[in-house]
């Protein structure tokens, strides 16, 4: 990600602004996608995941789940289907050899569902070759730098939908 450059670049000046981001992703994400979640703590990895799965059309209430590492929530993708939310959260995860403990293939092979997953970094070489990489920077006090970055064809797909999605054309 270093010198790299995202696809596509954003800046969102409030929560609700980012909320917005993710509803319009949510709403072009589709069955088997990953969305890997990088930025500091407090930065809207989680706004983002709320909006994500209001574009979901998911009913019950999403926040982090840092205690328990992934909750799923059920809700519909763009195309009417059904589709379950695998939300995680790695942030207390140590090493490596705790991810094996709580199963996250499980979720990642999942076929019918999306995985979004905030600290993904914490993976290490888990991580999914192909996936959809999002850096949200601080930029001042609730403004945020929201980078996308494609990791494989499917992922530029999702992200030349996101921009007809919120710019039209």
Not at 37 to 63: N, R
Not at 86 to 104: C, K, S
């Amino acid at each position: 990600m270093n010198a790299e450059r995202p696809t596509l670049d954003l800046i969102s000046h409030s929560p609700q602004q980012t909320r917005n981001v993710g509803l319009h992703l949510g709403q072009v994400l589709r069955p088997g996608d990953v969305v890997l979640l990088f930025g500091e703590v407090g930065s809207g990895k989680t706004a983002l995941t709320q909006g994500i799965a209001q574009g979901l059309q998911v009913s019950t209430y999403v926040q982090s789940p840092t205690f328990t590492l992934v909750v799923e929530h059920e809700g519909v993708d763009g195309d009417g289907n059904p589709v379950t939310l695998y939300h995680l959260d790695l942030y207390r995860i140590e090493d490596a050899g705790e991810i094996d403990t709580f199963g996250h293939e499980e979720y990642l092979d999942d076929p019918s569902g999306i995985v979004v997953i905030e600290w993904p970094e914490r993976l290490g070489v888990l991580v999914p070759q192909e996936h959809l990489l999002m850096a949200i920077d601080y930029l001042a006090d609730t403004k945020r730098k929201l980078r996308f970055f494609s990791r494989g064809d499917r992922y530029e797909e999702r992200i030349q939908a996101f921009r007809k999605e919120v710019f039209g054309g």
